[in-house]
């Protein structure tokens, strides 16, 4: 419980942004990072049947439920999808934990500018290769979204993927960079600081797409 900035009030001893790289490195480790309450429910009932270690990263409660479009949490699961003209960028957003809901506004916001496919990824570890491969091979460019150090997260997961595939996908990953925090604050401040929140993940479709202009 308190992963990522939960706990962000609590100042950077409370912060939890490097888990998920530390734990990735562990043999026959299980990681889920659930994005609401019913991620979080099916994760418990994946771990009960799983014989090995589970790490469930939780956030601190409250976070809002957001639509899902398939009910399997060791799979990516599509929140959102919208496309305006083929001839448009095609993008696919792809977060895990509580900013799921902060990629879904940003991907709403910009529905005119480009096709946005978005994917909440609960299962960190093993990741669903097969289906981020297939949305990878279907757009042109990618963007992960993690509360965590961009690296050994999500981010280096799927460009893991897009290496050994040999994809040529443009990548942007937002999180943490290679730095520790020295801010304390809500959770909301703390995205917003280092651009996790709606308005940085716009800013970096519209950076996507400026550069296929």
Do not use: W
Not at 35 to 58: F, N, S, T, W
Not at 74 to 89: A, F, Q
Request: net charge negative; with cysteine.
């Amino acid at each position: 419980v308190g992963g990522g900035f939960a706990y962000g009030n609590l100042g950077m001893s409370h912060h939890a942004t490097e888990d998920i790289a530390m734990l990735r490195a562990i043999p026959n480790m299980t990681i889920f990072s659930p994005a609401d309450p019913y991620e979080a429910a099916e994760a418990v009932r994946a771990a009960a049947e799983i014989d090995g270690p589970v790490y469930i990263r939780l956030g601190r409660g409250g976070e809002p439920a957001i639509p899902h479009l398939t009910n399997n949490i060791k799979k990516i699961m599509p929140v959102y999808s919208h496309s305006v003209d083929k001839r448009l960028n095609s993008i696919a957003i792809f977060g895990t934990g509580a900013v799921v809901k902060d990629i879904i506004e940003a991907a709403n916001e910009m529905k005119a500018k480009a096709n946005i496919t978005c994917f909440s990824v609960p299962a960190i570890k093993p990741i669903d290769i097969s289906g981020i491969t297939d949305v990878l091979q279907k757009n042109d460019s990618v963007i992960t979204v993690e509360e965590h150090t961009t690296t050994g997260g999500l981010g280096t997961a799927i460009a893991e993927i897009i290496v050994e595939k040999q994809l040529k996908n443009r990548l942007k990953k937002i999180g943490m960079q290679d730095q520790f925090t020295s801010i304390v604050g809500s959770p909301e401040f703390l995205r917003k600081s280092y651009g996790l929140n709606c308005e940085g993940i716009i800013q970096i479709i519209q950076e996507l797409i400026g550069a296929t202009l």
